[in-house]
């Protein structure tokens, strides 16, 4: 650093009254423009206003000042304005400090006399770091033009689909065997009861015919470093058993497989059965059979009949029991988690008999046994027969405290008055009730569909079910009418719960995985709840969809619309600014002993031997996000962090006290 | 409780959000008639504390001498004898003469607290005796304290009383430290809630009898010689089972012994019913005896083909029996404490 | 000004989660002691135990660090670096004779601003209780 004579500036804003109501903003600036290097001592009514900052401009230029300082609001709010304003008068942008008179002094202090001095002190402090501050230079990294996008279902399909139609190349990563994720096993989607399949499958070919995506199906993400611009991710291919090249998806291996109709099917929750080789569902993206290891005799047990049945089954020779996982390795410029959510396991509510009565389904298994790809093909039967009482209960699992989910799940209310509507449409003497806690029916068009519910006929009682029981084969439902205070018993054939959206099981390993923290709901947290939705604390990491928090399809493709043009922007640009105020070593002062390295969270520095014997530890910029807690680990005083140097702090010490 | 009577704990907490809590408890009916079992608590979606809200109000009743009198009765019986049976303290060991037992001041592993009712209720005090027989078959190196033992005070608690708890609670403690007493066994699970769960400053382990029973057999040192060839269904006690967890070693016990077939009722477990006799309940008569929960429940272990009906609590197996005493039912279905299996099958 | 003690404090926020807390205090107009002075940090573990010396050796009377609660630090988990610094922080102040009981450490959020206001009103007037630091110098 030049050793130029330091001439600072120091402003102080009146905030209209807000700041100069209480403390006394004459008094301050004279006190202070006796301080060392102050070259001049203002005060303005407005510092934020055109004329308050072209006063800044003025002086710099015409008294030659070098470092600013401004006394009014918290940095938070207009240290990136003065910034600019500096920058714009020829001065390095970190040449600027700010003293926080407004949020931490004048407003939370009445007495003026006890303010006013502690406003000297605040200035004081920031004058004394002021002189201390050095020139950063801003720094850009190159942002790689590949996006990987992590997790297949709609919202990861959207993301994947316009990062790709920008000119980008996705790697789309999703760990089951087909695309299409939660949206491709539900029946019709509220309020406008369009199919899902229909208006999902498209979206699914879109994908595997797209030239910028590349689809890594049956496979998961194992690793990650790196940082924005340039991630480096490490994907485990799962072994399928099945030669892709040569799979043409006919399924005779499937027909052929011993355990045919054995297994239970994932796609139909529980509800349909399947064989070893099978394709999740008819219109699976990629439409290619992949062996369920785990239950296959063969590679389990190593025998099965004289031969694999399916092997001697298949005409394209596509079976492959020799395949082994293949670890794929990929670098990419940023990426969007979207990993959706898992299904409230309703066992952990007993009263409900979830697991103990076969009629007693969970949300998610209603709509495999009405949607016509179901295992009824759509027929409502039940224990072989058509219910003619139907209860549905809301709330299973969300805003309860008693398991942990204090969160509503914003789909239910919904997705019950849609089932509801179906089980009228097909049976349309059937009885239907709903319990319900509170309707929330907060979304376009929602309303209007629960008032249409209603009017079809189906009864709304406002109150949880304490119990469900057995009543010969039918379930007693057993609630109060708290609108009523009155007893209500409903024997019911069958009862449906309004099962809610809860975090993966594996959502910390996820986290670990990426850098990314979790909410108290468990989902992944975003980087501010209103202004950054879909970004999260690392840079370059986008959220879209439920793995962020519970949300219905609308809002999770606009939100993957969201973090698909978050990612585009940094790699339309293609560099991207990297944290400045980062640590540095003085190698002279190091002497290698690793303890930066234990302490860093994101791997930013390294151990380097410079010379035969002589480890010196260097930290990577672009990774260093400039917390500091090298710089206090460091025991020989070698790592300074920038901008927030120690004796920049010692001397706000000196100053303040 | 909204079936049977006009207790509605919801509006005893929307009234006094506006109004004292001691106009409304006193103006509105049936704060009496909750057993305290807790289902509702442990379902509240909201984390409502309704059962420490139902002793709250309930103490606001003690306080201003509000009480029905039986409840009253059973007070100063505790007050005077330290049990609310109305019996004089001298007594309390009566039920063990003749056994084999120590007390606690000779030392011992463990401290078996008997509890009030099966010290002094002629019916519970078989299953006191079969304890006792079952640990020193097992070689349980164990003490009681015998006319030493004071209540829990864990009725009283439910009953409103929080003072007299505090005060039992204390002396109780004073004395398990005495003997430095470490491990506590009980007969009740209400005894075994309340030492659990409500004794602030405890430095001792609490089991249910059932759980020391149950990791004898584990370890082998209980084994069976004789058979009985029943079917046998499981009560749980709401203070065992759903207030705190306690399901499978009660269960292990009953299948361990030869020739018992378990069966489940349909409300088992967590999803247990209440048999009316928590919270007070055993001092206040039911007015609507039609509709009493321990008949519902005699009703359901029959409807499961069960030819004894166990449970492993004092006030479950006095409700119960009494339904089938009063109902002509002896000939069907037997209600029996499990550790009276036990001893029968050693 | 009054007669009463009036302790000199120093404050060390985090940017993230304490700062910004503490501007919530403000522009909700929670009132509190003047007697603290914050010094902006971009994370509590930045806070090394030379600035919390260096403040008690310049005259101040208490020092409160602030920082995110487990779990919700910027930096990860910055925050629990600077529990452990300040634990042995802690001890070392209480050898020296200043007493442990002037060193704080708070996690204060972005949404607690009067959380923000009941630690430093709560840690003033323990401060205040405890009087002056003896021997200190005059900054």
């Known amino acids: 650093m030049e050793t130029a004579e330091i001439r600072i500036g120091v402003y102080i804003c009146h905030c209209g009254i807000n700041i100069a109501s209480t403390v006394d903003v004459d008094s301050v600036r004279d006190s202070i423009s006796k301080l060392p290097n102050v070259i001049v001592s203002r005060d303005f009514k407005y510092m934020c206003s055109d004329p308050g900052q072209e006063l800044v401009i003025k002086d710099i230029k015409e008294k030659g000042l070098n470092r600013i300082v401004v006394a009014s609001c918290s940095p938070r709010m207009h240290e990136p304005t003065f910034r600019m304003t500096i920058q714009q008068a020829g001065l390095n942008p970190y040449c600027l400090e700010m003293a926080n008179i407004r949020e931490q002094c004048s407003w939370v202090h009445e007495d003026r006399e006890y303010a006013t001095e502690k406003a000297v002190k605040l200035v004081s402090a920031a004058v004394a770091k002021a002189s201390l501050l050095e020139p950063l230079e801003e720094k850009e990294v190159e942002v790689r033009p590949e996006a990987l996008v992590i997790g297949g279902g709609i919202a990861g399909i959207q993301a994947s689909l316009d990062i790709a139609d920008a000119g980008f190349k996705v790697y789309l990563v999703e760990r089951e065997p087909s695309i299409g994720g939660h949206m491709a096993q539900l029946d019709k989607t509220f309020p406008t009861l369009d199919c899902s399949a229909c208006i999902l499958t498209p979206r699914m070919v879109e994908v595997e015919r797209h030239p910028n995506i590349e689809l890594l199906s049956y496979s998961e993400v194992i690793d990650v470093s790196g940082y924005i611009g ?8 799962k072994p399928r058993y099945i030669k892709m090249d040569k799979c043409t998806g006919c399924g005779m291996c499937a027909e052929a497989c011993i355990m045919k109709g054995r297994i239970i099917s994932e796609f139909d929750v529980g509800m349909g059965k399947r064989s070893v080789p099978y394709i999740p569902f008819p219109y699976a993206v990629p439409s290619k059979y992949t062996m369920d290891s785990e239950n296959c005799l063969f590679i389990t047990k190593g025998k099965c009949g004289k031969s694999p049945a399916c092997k001697d089954a298949c005409s394209s020779d596509a079976v492959d029991f020799e395949q082994k996982e293949e670890i794929v390795e990929l670098d990419v410029g940023t990426i969007v988690v979207a990993t959706g959510f898992d299904l409230f396991d309703a066992k952990e509510k007993p009263e409900y008999g979830y697991g103990l009565y076969d009629n007693v389904l969970s949300g998610l298994e209603f709509e495999r046994l009405v949607s016509s790809s179901g295992p009824t093909q759509g027929k409502i039967i039940i224990g072989g027969k058509e219910p003619k009482n139907v209860v549905f209960v809301q709330c299973v699992g969300s805003r ?3 398991v942990g ?8 209310c919904m997705y019950t008055a849609k089932q509801a509507h179906l089980v009228h449409e097909k049976l349309p003497d059937a009885k239907l009730t709903v319990f319900y806690m509170d309707i929330r029916a907060f979304g376009k068009g929602y309303e209007e569909f629960y008032d249409r519910v209603r009017e079809e006929g189906v009864r709304y009682i406002r109150g949880n079910v304490s119990e469900i029981i057995k009543k010969g084969d039918r379930l007693l439902v057993m609630a109060e009418d708290t609108l009523l205070g009155e007893p209500v018993d409903i024997e019911a054939d069958l009862v449906v719960l309004a099962t809610g959206i809860v975090p993966r099981r594996d959502v910390k390993e996820v986290a670990n995985l990426l850098k990314i923290s979790q909410s108290p709901d468990g989902f992944f947290l975003e980087g501010h709840p209103k202004m950054r939705p879909v970004d999260t604390a690392t840079d370059g990491i986008y959220l879209a969809g439920c793995a962020q928090g519970p949300k219905d399809i609308p809002d999770t493709v606009a939100q993957a619309k969201g973090a698909a043009s978050s990612a585009m922007t940094k790699m339309a ?4 600014k990297v944290e400045v105020t980062t640590a540095s070593v003085d190698t002279f002062v190091c002497r290698g002993c690793g303890r930066c390295v234990e302490v860093c969270e994101y791997g930013a520095p390294n151990l380097e031997e410079v010379e035969p014997g002589i480890l010196v530890s260097q930290i990577n910029d672009s990774i260093c996000k400039g917390c500091g807690a090298c710089s206090v680990a460091c025991p020989s005083g070698a790592i300074s962090m920038k901008h927030f140097k120690n004796e920049q702090i010692l001397s706000q010490i000196e100053a303040v006290i | 409780m909204l079936r049977k009577s006009h207790f509605n704990i919801r509006k005893f907490i929307y009234d006094t959000f506006d109004k004292d809590a001691a106009k409304v408890v006193f103006e509105r009916e049936g704060i009496w008639d909750c057993t305290t079992c807790s289902a509702c608590l442990k379902k509240c979606p909201k984390g409502v504390d309704t059962t420490g809200i139902v002793m709250g109000l309930r103490g606001l009743m003690v306080e201003d001498g509000r009480i029905p009198p039986p409840i009253r009765d059973a007070l100063k019986s505790i007050a005077i004898h330290k049990n609310p ?18 007390n606690i001041s000779e030392g011992g592993d463990i401290l078996y607290y008997v509890g009030c009712t099966p010290a002094y209720d002629a019916r519970l005090q078989k299953v006191a005796r079969a304890i006792v027989e079952i640990l020193n078959r097992a070689g349980v190196d164990f003490g009681i304290l015998g006319n030493e033992e004071g209540c829990c005070g864990s009725e009283i608690r439910r009953m409103g009383d929080v003072w007299t ?26 005894c075994y809630n309340t030492f659990k769960n409500e004794y602030k400053g405890a430095e001792f382990e609490v089991q249910h009898y059932t759980e020391l029973i149950a990791s004898l057999i584990e370890e082998g040192r209980l084994s069976f010689t004789r058979q009985i060839d029943k079917t046998v269904t499981y009560h749980d006690p709401c203070f065992l089972g759903k207030q705190n967890g306690v399901f499978d070693p009660p269960r292990k016990v009953l299948t361990s012994i030869p020739g018992i077939k378990l069966v489940e009722m349909d409300r088992a477990r967590e999803r247990s019913l209440c048999c009316e006799g928590g919270g007070g309940r055993m001092w206040v008569e039911s007015e609507d005896s039609e509709d009493r929960l321990a008949k519902i429940r005699v009703g359901e272990a029959m409807d499961v083909g069960a030819q004894i009906l166990a449970t492993s609590c004092p006030f479950c197996l006095l409700t119960l029996e009494d339904v089938v005493k009063t109902g002509d039912l002896e000939e069907s279905i037997k209600v029996m404490d499990i550790a009276e299996l036990v001893k029968e099958a050693l | 000004m009054s007669e009463e003690f009036e302790p000199n404090i120093v404050g060390f926020a985090c940017n993230w989660c304490s700062y910004a807390g503490a501007d919530l205090a ?3 107009r929670m009132k509190y002691p003047p007697n603290i002075r914050i010094i902006r940090v971009m994370c509590s573990g930045r806070v090394s135990p030379a600035f919390i010396l260096k403040a008690f050796q310049m005259g101040a009377d208490g020092v409160l660090v602030t920082g995110c609660h487990p779990g919700d630090c910027h930096y990860i988990a910055g925050n ?7 634990g042995t922080t802690r001890k070392l102040i209480d050898v020296l004779g200043i007493g442990e009981e002037r060193l704080r450490l708070e996690w204060v959020s972005a949404s607690e601003g009067s959380k923000f206001a009941d630690v430093v009103t709560d840690f003033t007037n323990r401060i205040r209780g405890l009087g002056p630091l003896s021997g200190k110098s005059q900054g």
């Open chain 1, 230 to 237: 340039n991630f480096h991710v490490k994907v485990r291919k």
């Open chain 1, 400 to 402: 309860d405290k008693s």
């Open chain 1, 405 to 412: 989910n204090e969160y509503c799940s914003r789909v239910c």
């Open chain 1, 573 to 576: 640009r293609g560099k991207v």
């Open chain 2, 85 to 102: 049976w109305k019996i004089s303290a001298e007594e309390r060991s009566r039920w063990a003469e003749g056994l084999h037992v120590k």
């Open chain 2, 165 to 190: 708890f505090e005060y039992l609670a204390e002396e109780n403690i004073e004395i398990f430290k005495k003997y430095n007493v470490k491990k506590i066994v009980t007969t009740s699970p209400h």
């Open chain 3, 26 to 28: 403000g522009t909700s």
């Open chain 3, 80 to 86: 629990l670096k600077c529990e452990k610094t300040m």
